[in-house]
């Protein structure tokens, strides 16, 4: 059982690049989201999806975009890098809440080291 | 917005020995999850214990377990007989019931001596 996968793991990008960062999961979850982590700081919100088709905002979306074409897929796309996106990338998922034991808990991706010079 | 606090960036415990992680959050929903998890060097976030608030009873997982004081909005983990493994950043965690953003803490760095 893979969880969530997250591709690639780490990627030096010139200022004003393009990339996409990948996440699959394999758990039919529903939830799917992208948080970014700065040096020494806690997890902070980039966009999330209750399911394909859907997406919205989180606390830090500002130059990125997300797609959720299907239940598995979510990436993320950078589309002009700045050096203030230097960051760790994390990919979550999870269930529905619907009462059953740990329907509402997380599953994280491994994580993705993107530097921006 | 809610806002999740923890309020001690280090802290130092001596292999076996007990240590409790503080976390505040603010909040004016009455059904919520907290959550601790745990980041070891490899990176990977590990869910370490999850609390609903409208359990009183406080959470429990093997060593680590958790004090819950909904009025004061304070949720702690303590981890007792600590091991080395246990070396990490802790983060703590909130979401509302149906709610689709957890929101994390600062993160508190866990060093176990021998």
């Known amino acids: 059982n893979a969880g969530v996968t997250q591709t690639p793991k780490f990627r030096i990008l010139k200022i004003g690049q393009s990339m996409t960062l990948q996440c699959t999961q394999d758990?039919?979850?529903?939830?799917m989201y992208w948080y970014r982590q700065d040096p020494g700081m806690g997890l902070k919100l980039i966009y999330y999806?209750?399911?394909?088709?859907?997406?919205d905002k989180g606390e830090v979306p500002n130059g990125y975009n997300v797609s959720r074409s299907t239940t598995e897929d979510f990436p993320l796309r950078l589309e002009l890098a700045a050096p203030s996106q230097t960051s760790v990338y994390f990919c979550?998922?999870?269930?529905?809440?619907?009462?059953?034991?740990?329907?509402?808990?997380?599953?994280f991706g491994a994580g993705s080291r993107l530097t921006v010079l | 917005a809610q806002t999740v606090t923890q309020s001690q960036p280090e802290m130092s415990v001596q292999e076996a020995e007990t240590v409790t992680l503080s976390c505040t959050y603010d909040?004016?929903?009455?059904?919520?999850?907290l959550f601790w998890y745990k980041q070891p060097p490899s990176r990977q976030m590990i869910l370490v214990i999850r609390?609903?608030?409208?359990?009183?009873q406080n959470a429990t997982e093997n060593r680590f377990s958790v004090n819950f004081q909904k009025a004061a909005k304070s949720f702690s983990l303590k981890i007792s007989d600590s091991q080395l493994g246990d070396a990490a950043m802790y983060f703590c965690?909130?979401?509302?019931?149906?709610?689709?953003?957890?929101?994390f803490g600062g993160g508190t760095r866990l060093m176990v001596k021998p």
């Open positions: 979550a998922s999870r269930n529905r809440d619907r009462g059953i034991a740990g329907a509402n808990v997380l599953t």
């Open positions: 758990m039919n979850h529903n939830y």
């Open positions: 999806s209750v399911g394909a088709g859907i997406t």
């Open positions: 909040t004016s929903e009455s059904d919520y999850y």
């Open positions: 609390q609903e608030a409208y359990k009183q």
């Open positions: 965690a909130y979401r509302r019931n149906a709610g689709n953003m957890l929101t």
